[in-house]
């Protein structure tokens, strides 16, 4: 523990610093709760972050080395050191100086010095544990997270047991089965914690990808035991859909499915919309040092914003916001004269922005404008960054109104709404209800929801690429809509564009700002990379699916519609279609697609990076 002063406290605080990254001050202020101006005392003596250089990797508190501000710095200098103790000596690796030094601990602190020369047989063996150190995979600890969803999960099938108990179905009992396997398995594992619980970004990673994985095979055993989906590689394509908040379905008759099923199908868009790992950090104790690691993994966007400087306290205000919109929603759908059970289920698909329905023609079934409405509206809000939902909160108005994603976003509906309705009138022999359909449908696209009011497959050529380009835009970073998202397109198309001035004014310095702010160089880095992989992706998926011999429009659509979390796409997978006529090779293709989607690309396939299970970093 430290006693630690931040400047506007009237009193000292104690922390404990298990682990810290290289940003000292701002994770001060996550474990003490307080704010920071850039200075920080412990006990007594002024803090300075003992690095330069850019990018220096995430290390252990232990890692750090601090000198006094009222000295002359070390002979360390600013530099990160690594350290390593064994018995009597401490070894550090001053990497960025290409320096190592060693120290006897037991020795006279006037009389201590560099023993690196004069004990090398030492210094050799201290630098072989440090670098076994550096290359280990922290399993216990993946192992222990892991097996901590697993229980969540299991604790989340007994909400639609309940379901099929309250409707006198058979299907309870199954979701009691799987329920009994997923706490037997957290019982085994998920129990104990590891006296290791770092993690660094790759642990990280490696988490968030397998999560979504074992997630997605535990939840299909509930159809596959019901015989609702008696082929397990179909269960896994519906559950995957589910959780990726995709809405692809391979069920040709969805009505004469048990409520419990029903319930399960959409209950899997709501807890996936906000993410699987954001949800049981709500639930459950996981440590705080490695919350941010798996949040920054899983939230979409080009980059995860922390609310409030817990990253446990972020999740739960996010859960907090997603609930509350989830139950007002609810309200209005009854107010339209749904019963109970589909409006929470279609609420639920909203909120997760995934589409499951309970009927096989989805929101056309209940033929209301009423309800195509609700649905329209918070279809929309869902697709806004969350953290504007924060500000409003805050009363900081402004910045909601000034946000340029924002506005693209609802620019963009905007837009396409008007060229589809004008484009569509003709076949509908009314300006507002071509109107209703067209809104309908582009709020629908843009979020990646995936509800149908309309076969757009049958609407002019115009409209239908207009719903293609929707589509692969996707909503808002932050929020529970898939796609690429406006953020990265905002900084694509200014990129272009700084481009385009450079070559005109070679000596201008050109910046590119989002909100009034300059995007970082790494973060437009990865959004070109998230781009060159995405075309990638999508080439590749494409040569694979047309081995089913389909035509091209069908592939083509099938892989940008699951890639991108959408769920209907055209021709033989259009609206009022599904995908059941595929391959299982085919479908397990669809499934990857739909999870490189969710976890936007990098997180998944991380998994068969041979540098990722080398080195930290």
Known sequence: ????????????????????????????????????????????????????????????ARDLFWHKASQRPTSTGDYVSTAIRSGRYKLLDFYQQNRIELYDLQSDPGENHNLAIEQPEITRQLMQKLNDWRKEMNVKMIRYIISKMMGAEGLLMLLPMMVGIIYGEHTSVYFLITAAILTAIYLLFGRKCPENMTIYAKEGLIIVATAWIFWSLAGALPFVLSKSIPSYVDAFFETVSGFTTTGSTILTEIEGLPKGILFWRSLTHWVGGMGVLVFVMVLTSLDEKNSMHLMRAEVPGPEADKLVPKARGTARILYGMYFALTAIEVVFLLAGGMNLFDAVTHAFSTAGTGGFSGYNASVAHFNSAYIDGVITVFMILFGINFNLYFFLLLKEFKSVFKNEELRAYLGIIAGATVVITCN???????????????????????????????????????????????????????????????????????????????????????????????????????????????????????????INNFDFTTSFTGVLTTLNNVGPGLNLVGPVENFAKFS??????????????????????????????????
């Not at 523990?1 to 000292?24: A, I, R, W, Y």
């Not at 149908?452 to 996707?474: H, Q, R, Y």
């Open 1 to 60: 523990p430290m006693l630690v002063h931040l400047p506007g406290q009237k009193e000292n605080k104690t922390c404990d610093l298990p682990v810290m990254s290289f940003d000292l001050l701002p994770t001060l202020a996550d474990l003490c709760n307080a704010p920071v101006d850039g200075k920080a005392e412990l006990d007594g003596m002024s803090l300075k972050p003992a690095l330069t250089g850019k990018n220096p990797p995430a290390l252990a």
């Open 584 to 617: 299982d090779f085919s479908k397990i293709v669809f499934c990857v697609d739909m999870l490189i989607g969710r976890l936007e690309i990098f997180p998944f396939l991380m998994l068969f990076s041979p540098s990722l299970w080398s080195r930290k970093f």
């Open 424 to 546: 569509i009138a003709g076949g509908y022999h009314s300006l507002l209800k071509a109107f209703r359909y067209a809104v309908f449908q582009v709020a629908s696209v843009i979020t990646t929801t995936g509800f149908v009011t309309a076969d757009f497959n049958k609407w002019p050529e115009l409209s239908k690429c207009v719903l293609l380009l929707v589509m692969v835009i996707g909503a808002s970073a932050g929020s529970t809509g898939g796609g690429i998202k406006v953020s990265r397109l905002l900084i694509l198309v200014k990129s272009i564009r700084r481009e385009l001035k450079t070559m005109i004014h070679p000596k201008a310095v050109n910046i590119v700002k989002v909100n009034g702010k300059k995007v970082k160089e790494e973060t437009m880095r990865g959004v070109y990379v998230y781009f060159i992989a995405y075309i990638l992706i999508l080439i590749v998926s494409v040569l694979l699916i047309s």
